[in-house]
């Protein structure tokens, strides 16, 4: 079973760089069976998905966020991090890291979720 554990900073200063990790046991992250997702949910609002980093490394992004969004991953650690700058505080939100099942075109597994406020 896939397990993903996200970390990072639970407050961050607005116009500064959001910088959150997940690190994945049970699978390796460069299995062709998923892709590794990041997911936010902002206070009363629905999940909203912020793209993706492929088991070759190919990665995308939300058009709305493309501009603000960089995904990466260490091989070497089984992780993979997700940055996203100038952060104002319509980016609060939960954020979440989940596979996307290649067989069933749907997400699998998922962390669970770290709160992360913009504030100063």
């Known amino acids: 079973q896939v397990q993903l554990q996200e970390s990072g900073p639970g407050l961050v200063k607005p116009s500064q760089t959001l910088s959150l990790t997940c690190t994945v046991s049970g699978a390796s992250i460069t299995t062709s069976y998923y892709a590794w997702s990041w997911i936010r949910q902002p206070p009363g609002k629905g999940l909203e998905w912020m793209g993706v980093i492929g088991f070759t490394g190919i990665t995308g992004t939300s058009p709305s966020l493309k501009s603000r969004t960089s995904i990466s991953r260490d091989t070497s650690k089984n992780q993979f991090s997700l940055q996203l700058t100038s952060v104002t505080p319509e980016d609060t939100a939960v954020y979440y890291c989940?596979?996307?099942?290649?067989?069933?075109?749907?997400?699998?597994?998922w962390g669970q979720g770290t709160q992360v406020t913009v504030s100063s």
């Open positions: 989940a596979t996307w099942e290649i067989t069933t075109g749907d997400f699998g597994s």
